[in-house]
């Protein structure tokens, strides 16, 4: 019969198979590192998708609201034709529910715009999609104060004063575009068009290209964002097509 000591593990053995599991563990962790990365990127990019989708639903929200007066109808003023990005603001008739506390009506000033934002990207900056309110109240002292034929942008909807808001509704933004469809008189002020100055467009097209996050963080520049081989091979584009 073989003596006790002979059935035990040496030392050398239970060192062998300790660096064999530490091996083993740290191969694992760090396929679990690699998955959680990966894992996170899909899941930003999820996000942003998710961001864009929810910005363009608001932005058909407004616009199915548009509200139409003589000589006051939409502004849509383009911005950069490279990019093919473009300002547009609006009346429109929202709830209450849907507008700045204590709004006192209706028919409320809505604007979309893109802006660059020095801030973002680890201070290397990112354009975002700005959402422009004016609070009713607000909004009938400009419309009772604004000329009666074609006023102009900032005489209807001013950059900033009392019941302005501008929130920001996605970021990573290449572009957006909103081009209104059967619209009968054409200049830098987009009027309801026909002799009565009250008709409405038939549609209007809305688009919205956004970047995923893991492609920002390699821009360097603002002039990376605008490239049209970026443009193509990394931005999602989405169209709407909105009925007013």
């Known amino acids: 019969m073989k003596p006790r000591w002979a059935r035990s593990f040496t030392l050398v053995e239970l060192m062998a198979a300790m660096t064999v599991l530490a091996l083993l563990m740290v191969a694992m962790v760090a396929m679990l ?3 959680m990365r990966g894992w996170r990127t899909a899941q930003k990019g999820i996000d ?15 616009l199915s609201a548009l509200v139409i007066q003589p000589g006051r109808g ?9 990019r093919k990005s473009s300002d547009l603001y609006f009346l429109a008739a929202l709830p209450t529910s849907a507008q700045a506390t204590n709004s006192g009506g209706d028919v409320c000033g809505v604007g979309y715009f893109v802006e660059w934002d020095p801030s973002l990207n680890e201070g290397r ?13 607000q909004q009938f002292v400009r419309l009772q ?9 900032t005489q209807l909807f001013p950059d900033s004063g009392p019941g302005i808001t501008v929130e920001t ?14 619209w009968t008189n054409n200049s830098n002020f987009q009027s ?9 467009p038939a549609y209007l097209m ?10 920002v963080r390699s821009f360097q520049s603002q002039s990376d964002w605008d490239q049209s081989n970026n443009v193509t091979k990394f931005a999602r584009t989405y169209i709407w097509r909105v009925v007013p």
């Open 125 to 137: 900056g990112a354009r975002v999609l700005r959402r422009y309110q004016q609070e009713a109240a």
């Open 48 to 62: 942003g998708r998710r961001e864009a989708r929810t910005a363009l639903q608001m932005v058909q929200r407004d």
């Open 33 to 35: 590192d690699q998955a």
């Open 206 to 215: 809305v688009e919205l290209a956004a970047y995923d996050p893991q492609t």
């Open 169 to 182: 509704l996605a970021q990573n933004v290449s572009h957006f575009r909103a081009e209104i469809y059967q």
């Open 192 to 200: 309801a068009g026909g002799e009565d100055g009250v008709r409405r």
């Open 145 to 153: 104060s604004a000329p009666t034929s074609n006023p102009s942008r």
């Open 74 to 82: 939409i502004f849509n003023e383009t911005t950069n034709n490279n």
